[in-house]
Every structure is written in C-alpha cells, then in structure tokens.
C-alpha cells in the first residue's frame, strides 16, 4: 500500500539507536506516525540504517484507525515488480483486486500474498458494505523482495484463510506461524526463500524465546517487551543479532510481529518498485507512465501517476 511520492526513506524518516552494551539487539527502530489520507501508518522499513531483514524490504502497519460512515481504505490502482505483498489484518477488511482477475476479501487472520513477478497492477479499497457503516481497520502490511532467479516469474495471487494457519502453544503463549517454520510448526503460505513470520500474544510477564534465522526482527504492535533486559516499546522493531537463546519478555500485555529469514543480497527501491537492477526499475517506470502495465480486472478507470 505504498503510494508516497518521496522514497521510503524520505517520506518515513526514523529514529534509529544502537543500545550500548547489548549483543542481542544491533538496532532500535522507531517509525513515524504518518497520515495516508485519514488512517495513520508507521513504516519501520526501510530505513537508512536498515534497508531489509532478511527477505523483507517493507514493513508498515496500520491504524487502529476509526472510519465513519462513507469513509475507508481507497487506494487506487498501482504497480509492482519483483517483490511479494503480504497482508495480515487484525481488524476490518481490505478488498483486493488486481490484474489477474482476482477479487478478495481481506480479514483478520487471513494472510493475502501477492506476488508481482514481471509485473502486477492492484487496488486496495472496501466493499460498499463495509463502507457504508462505521468501522475499524488495524494491521500489517509488509513487501518481500523475491531472490534473483524468481524476480520475473509470472505474477500470481494466493490467498490463505484465517483457519489454515498454524496455530501453537509455547508456555501458555499463543502463536501462529504465518509464514516458514517456528515453534514446531510450518505454514502452508508459499516463500522463494528461507523466511520467518511469526504472530504472538504475550500477557505481562510470559516469556518465549526468538526463533533462529539467519536475519531477525521483532515488531511490537501493541504492548512493550524487554529482550535480554533491553526495553522494546510500543510501536518499536528491535533487530537482533544471531546470538543463540534470546529471551522475549512482556513487561505489559503485548502483541507482536516476529519477521526474519536468509540475506538475499542488495535490493534498489523507488516508489512501489524493487529489483536486484537499477535498470529494470527505470523500465518499470517508463512502463507505468506509458500505462502499458496490465489493468485491474473491474477497477480499470482509475490509476495513481508515477510520482514526478
């Protein structure tokens, strides 16, 4: 759902700091809040410091935001190339079009990957249903750059409804493994790569311990937790060395988001675009002002122009 007119960096510009002392944690992440046009969003990555954790290039989450009657998510069609999208919410519904025909409904714990291949033109809006009452929208939306070899395959749409993720018990703490393999578990979502997404909710005082992966980060969504005594608030991503046994305390109620997975390399960005080749996202640029980039099936009218 990125539709900003400055790189990620410039429009979302974070406060980053080394904790002195700590090994377990390399970088504290604070995003900006950030008005999209009535709901607000926090863009932990990129950022200068960080550009990527693991696969994942982009991370944003949205809301709570509260809409009235007649107001809603209204992003209009867009492109994307070489990367993957995926969706979680936990609360309302996102409707997804885009230009392989597909038509669907976005709910809390249904995880939407889209992935943009050679090219992939999409829109994000609500169903008139939703719309037409007051409603709520709260969750995550991240981008997963796609390795070299499956940055131009053909564009495809998987959609995995709430009751077919993973769901498992660590000590009381319940966890649903959303995308690769954590905690005993492994979800059927599709990945290109080694990857790790993980959901948990922790009440005061429970404990689990961060997942091995070759890169790491936690997201607090909600709450606040210490890692090896260092504090991650609210709104916060610790990124996390490989030091083996890292422990996650919850210092109050917390939800949050555990991403992570292989290094894939160096990844240019621009707009809604990312690739391996500075080159190919030119291509795409030009692509997109000439608009022969496929339209949305039923959403054709509309577009957002490339950023000038």
Known sequence: MSTDTQTPEEAFDQTCVTP??????????????TDLGGFSVRRALPTRQRRMVGPWIFFDHM???????GEGINVRPHPHINLATVTYLFEGEILHRDSLGSYQAIRPGDVN???AGKGITHSERERPEVTETAHRLHGLQLWLALPEAFEEIDPAFYHYPDADIPRVDVDGVPI???MGSAYGATSPVK?????????AHLKAGQKIT????????VYVAEGELSANGTRVSEHCMAVFSKAPGIELTATRDARIAIIGGEHLGNRYMEWNFVSSRRERIEQAKADWKAQTFPKVTGDEKEFIPLPE
């Open 191 to 199: 990945v290109y790569a080694d990857t790790l997404y993980v959901e």
């Open 210 to 217: 961060l997942p091995d992966a070759d890169e790491r980060a």
């Open 20 to 33: 002195a002392g700590c090994k377990a944690i390399e970088l504290l992440i604070e995003p900006r809040d």
């Open 176 to 178: 649903r493994v959303i």
């Open 63 to 69: 809301g709570p935001a509260e809409f009235a009657a």
């Open 113 to 115: 990957l889209m992935v």
